[in-house]
């Protein structure tokens, strides 16, 4: 069902303001919902919100905590988020971050003890609407097995790169390393769809084309090696830089039972001192390049979202029935 991007938006902050979430605390966390929905993502959409809220009733999520920021050197910065909302606590890294990487070139922060970021895009754009260059990088829990495996061993360990391109709309890529999330798995259980034999393993390590048996087994690495080797590295350079659990001792990004122990890492870059080639020529170029097919134009990272996202505006956000229904029971028995 197509929905006005207005009453969605209203009716997810209401929600959250109805659990004692501040406006401004409702209004991050939700925006990141509803624009995951708007580019095409429901699995980082308002799907969440139940969860979200029942974690917020357990004090797993602390609505309108901005974590505690401590420098260890001028570009460095180590966040205990205490719990807080992952939009929230990452809104003001970012806050924190810019102003460090303008003056030093290069900004770092380490994240511990913070909720699910959601959808990394929200997060790179931002960086990147400042003029600077922005990698986020997250962990998760066990849902991806090593190349050659079949148990679960790491995260799905998401990676989003932002990059300032003006005068044309910024380079954003946002990527997990497994060939979906777990989320996108949920969505398909959701929804009664099946998923491609090549996402998933169930739990006697043979492929998959039940979302509930891949909910039991583990996901695949992206790209076969490749994916694995790149995963294995954010979940020991996320680990290693905010003190956060490995994939099998992580908890919370998927449950309401559990403080959520995953570790993120931010990075900022200040490009000023960058050549004076243009970014937005470039993407031109590669957007024009010949196609393999004539009505399959080339495109580069972020076009489709950027594309869905103007629909949604538009027409309206499409959201299954059944998750419709939920949020906008959960906001009246939140009244």
Not at 9 to 33: H, M, P, Y
Not at 115 to 123: C, D, K, P, S
């Amino acid at each position: 069902m197509l929905l006005p991007f207005e009453l969605v938006r209203k009716v997810v902050i209401d929600a959250l303001r109805r659990s004692g979430a501040s406006q401004t605390s409702a209004e991050l966390q939700g925006d990141v919902l509803v624009e995951a929905d708007m580019r095409g993502h429901p699995s980082h959409g308002i799907q969440r919100l139940p969860r979200l809220i029942s974690r917020i009733s357990r004090q797993l999520a602390i609505a309108n905590t901005t974590g505690l920021h401590v420098w260890r050197s001028g570009s460095y910065l180590s966040v205990d988020g205490g719990r807080g909302l992952g939009p929230v606590i990452g809104a003001g890294v970012i806050d924190a971050l810019a102003p460090a990487a303008r003056s030093h070139g290069v900004a770092i922060a380490a994240v511990r003890d913070t909720n699910h970021l959601g959808m990394l895009a929200w997060y790179a754009e931002r960086i990147a609407d400042l003029g600077l260059i922005g990698i986020v990088l997250s962990t998760s829990e066990a849902l991806v097995h090593p190349w050659g495996g079949r148990r679960a061993m790491l995260g799905t360990n998401p990676i989003a790169i932002g990059i300032p391109a003006p005068p044309e709309a910024s380079f954003v890529l946002d990527l997990a390393t497994s060939t979906v999330s777990m989320g996108k798995i949920a969505d398909h259980a959701l929804r009664g769809h099946p998923i491609p034999d090549d996402w998933a393993l169930d739990e006697a390590g043979h492929a998959t084309t039940d979302p509930a048996a891949a909910r039991r087994g583990s996901l695949t690495p992206f790209g076969g090696a490749k994916g694995y080797g790149l995963g294995l590295a954010i979940e020991l350079l996320v680990a290693s830089l905010s003190g956060s659990d490995f994939a099998p001792d992580v908890h919370g990004t998927l449950d309401d039972e559990h403080p959520c122990n995953k570790g993120d890492v931010f990075i900022v870059v200040d490009p000023s001192a960058r050549s004076g080639r243009s970014i937005a020529s470039y993407l031109t170029a590669v957007r024009a390049s010949p196609s393999t097919s004539p009505d399959r134009p080339v495109a580069v990272p972020g076009d489709g979202a950027r594309s869905r996202r103007r629909f949604a505006l538009e027409h309206g956000i499409e959201i299954d029935r059944t998750v419709w229904d939920e949020v906008t029971s959960l906001a009246v028995q939140a009244a």
